[in-house]
């Protein structure tokens, strides 16, 4: 995770401390790369807090991180777990002229728990998100996630699902959702796994080429599977 430890956004699901933010680091970029060289990843996925304080959301240090990996460690791939930039496109294309190999942002969970959940954000600028990037670089597979497990319903999650392929997404996780502490939201069922299972099936049936759906899955759950079992893969 880049960008510091502290987010200025306070979602209800997650446990990233709400703060003000710190300074960005400006060797975090080589930082980062010599990491990664020293553990041998192939592949990294990186993330961040969200950084609304930023004109440009943290794109340009994004961007400086996937290069400096490139140039590191030339054979491994970068994933990226975007915020949603306030919906800034041109801090996505900043993003995306890095030429990561992965682009990630989760939508979190369907559009009418958002209000409760995702405070600050907001589901079609989510979407949009996704749209943008598929539209500008459809070279860049693009994958999603959702916590299930906070009061949605199955046809509500399919929808969203085809809301996800209409965008160009190909790629998603579906997790179960835990309740960090007592202050944020309660968890209303826990999803079994043999209907996670029927949920990964109705995902291919809609095309994704990767689905990873399980109660412990995250976004960076079998993330190097999930790309080189795409048709994407460039190795």
Same mark, same amino acid.
């Given at each position: 995770m880049i960008l510091g430890n502290h987010?200025?956004?306070?979602? $209800?699901?997650c446990n990233v401390d709400h703060a003000s933010p710190l300074d960005v680091d400006p060797q975090e970029a080589l930082k980062i790369a010599e990491a990664v060289a020293e553990l041998g990843l192939r592949h990294a996925v990186i993330t961040s807090v969200t $950084?609304?304080?930023?004109?440009d959301g943290g794109a340009g240090h994004f961007a400086a991180v996937t290069r400096a990996i490139h140039v590191r460690c030339p054979d491994c791939r970068v994933e990226l777990l975007i915020p949603d930039l306030q919906g800034n496109e041109q801090a996505l294309q900043m993003i995306l002229s890095a030429h990561p190999d992965v682009l990630g942002h989760n939508l979190e969970t369907v559009p009418r728990l958002y209000q409760a959940a995702r405070s600050g954000a907001g589901y079609q600028r989510s979407l949009e998100l996704l749209a943008a990037a598929h539209r500008t670089a459809p070279e860049i597979p693009t994958k999603s996630g959702l916590m299930l497990g906070m009061g949605e319903t199955?046809?509500?999650?399919l929808d969203v699902m085809q809301d996800l392929r209409r965008v160009g997404c190909v790629m998603l996780t579906l997790g179960q959702y835990l309740q960090p502490t007592r202050d944020?939201?309660?968890v209303e069922r826990y999803v079994h796994p043999a209907e996670f299972a029927q949920l990964r099936q109705s995902g291919l049936d809609l095309g994704f080429d990767h689905v990873e759906a399980g109660?412990?899955?995250r976004s960076s759950y079998h993330a190097a599977e999930q790309f080189e079992g795409g048709q994407y893969d460039k190795s």
């Open positions: 987010c200025t956004r306070d979602c $209800r699901f $950084r609304d304080d930023l004109e199955v046809d509500e999650i944020h939201l309660p109660p412990l899955v």
